[in-house]
């Protein structure tokens, strides 16, 4: 069965949520819970959210 068009978009804005809210609790975490510097932080934090958006965006978001 094909998803509305309403149903997707709701699919989509709660994977972008998650993707920014991984994306900063990850940057935070290795910051400040584990003294990590910036850079290492920003990238592992990047690569984790885009990861994880990606699979969200792939089985959920625009699942058919």
Do not use: D, H, I
């Not at 998803?3 to 972008?16: C, P």
């Amino acid at each position: 069965t094909k998803t509305s068009l309403l149903q997707s978009l709701r699919r989509f804005a709660v994977t972008a949520v998650a993707g920014f809210v991984c994306n900063e609790l990850v940057f935070m975490l290795m910051l400040r819970g584990f003294g990590w510097t910036e850079v290492p932080a920003l990238l592992l934090a990047l690569v984790l959210a885009a990861g994880q958006t990606f699979v969200l965006s792939r089985f959920c978001a625009f699942a058919r």
